[in-house]
């Protein structure tokens, strides 16, 4: 599936978790465990295990490992973006995040049109 088929189904596309970019990337590396997708990261189980609780949000490193292995479904800074305003406090600040994201999508929905 492609990203704007993928975004277009998805109504949470914009504001997208790290727990679910996690497990997008255990599917995509044919990997079942948080451990095993760690090491294929290169990362700690329990760095893993932080993003995945929310106590941390992903920095502007993993955020870039998780769009290498999820290329294919989301363009080049989705990832980064997301996880942007999920820990934005700001209500402002992240609403305006969500139509910069929000724009994006829609470019790139008439770019695959």
């Not at 255990?26 to 295990?49: F, G």
């Not at 402002?92 to 790139?108: D, S």
């Amino acid at each position: 599936m492609s990203f704007t088929e993928h975004a277009m189904n998805d109504p949470e596309a914009i504001n997208l978790t790290a727990a679910r970019f996690l497990d997008e990337a255990k599917v995509e590396l044919n990997v079942t465990t948080d451990y095993q997708l760690a090491q294929k990261l290169e990362v700690s189980r329990s760095r893993l295990s932080n993003y995945r609780s929310g106590r941390k949000s992903p920095d502007a490193d993993m955020c870039i490992r998780l769009e290498k292995v999820l290329e294919k479904k989301y363009p080049k800074g989705h990832i980064l973006m997301s996880v942007r305003i999920a820990r934005t406090a700001d209500p402002q600040e992240k609403m305006r995040w969500e139509e910069i994201v929000g724009e994006r999508l829609e470019h790139w929905r008439l770019k695959d049109v």
